[in-house]
């Protein structure tokens, strides 16, 4: 079953959207974005605080009681993890999955250590990656601003070895374009390790969920879903179509 995800990038509790995880555009409330998707028949969220590295803390503990008082599907909480209390709170506050990106570019046994305490399957690796050359691609981290010599498909490795149990995988070079994804680095990761694998940066229409799916257990939207050109329905019928098994709605 392949799921569809939306994605929300948040900047002290608003909704914001950028181009290769820079440029950033304020959208406002992300309440009325969260409700619609839910109503759409979304089949995850996930929340990422975009500066909460830049401040080395997040402020999302309110924004994530909110949303799971009205949203029940499962939401993945990202930005400014660095230790087992901040994965704690977030859990508290209704995450299902916490996303660790820079905590654990600069501290690699936390994966270890909020894996133990709450589950492999709580501990999602956030991967930003950005294109060197054809087939090799570099972990980035802080909302790209930071570059690191590390390869990304070494990097999932060891992560998925220290207990991560899922993979956001975000391409830096196609987030916010609208212009497909990184299937070579979509490849290389799924190929690589045996643990889920969600894709993200670059969806443009219904079809690239189509692409993604030989690749991802399931691809994370953005700019299309903000800007309302797609919806989930249209996803959902494109999938079928193509023989991909996604979730059905009852209504």
Excluded at 92 to 121: C, H, M, W, Y
């Amino acid at each position: 079953m392949k799921r569809i995800i939306a994605r929300l990038d948040i900047k002290l509790n608003k909704l914001i959207k950028g181009i290769h995880l820079e440029g950033w555009r304020l959208l406002g409330d992300p309440s009325p974005f969260f409700l619609d998707y839910y109503k759409q028949g979304i089949d995850e969220l996930i929340y990422i605080d975009a500066v909460a590295s830049l401040y080395s803390r997040s402020s999302m503990k309110e924004l994530v009681a909110a949303t799971t008082r009205d949203v029940f599907v499962p939401l993945t909480v990202g930005g400014g993890i660095r230790t087992l209390e901040d994965a704690y709170e977030m859990l508290r506050s209704g995450a299902d999955k916490i996303a660790v990106n820079t905590g654990a570019v600069k501290n690699p046994s936390l994966i270890d250590e909020i894996a133990t305490k709450f589950g492999s399957q709580c501990m999602v690796l956030s991967v930003q990656a950005k294109r060197r050359r054809q087939g090799e691609w570099k972990v980035c981290y802080d909302s790209a601003r930071e570059q690191t010599e590390r390869d990304v498909v070494d990097w999932i490795t060891e992560a998925v070895d220290r207990g991560a149990g899922e993979i956001l995988l975000t391409s830096i070079d196609q987030d916010g374009t609208a212009k497909g994804f990184d299937l070579d680095l979509a490849r290389s990761v799924f190929e690589t390790v045996d643990v889920p694998v969600v894709l993200s940066g670059g969806f443009g229409e219904a079809d690239d969920f189509v692409k993604a799916s030989k690749f991802a257990d399931g691809i994370a939207i953005a700019r299309q879903l903000h800007f309302k050109k797609v919806t989930v329905d249209e996803i959902k019928r494109q999938a079928r179509m193509n023989g991909i098994k996604v979730r059905l709605d009852e209504s």
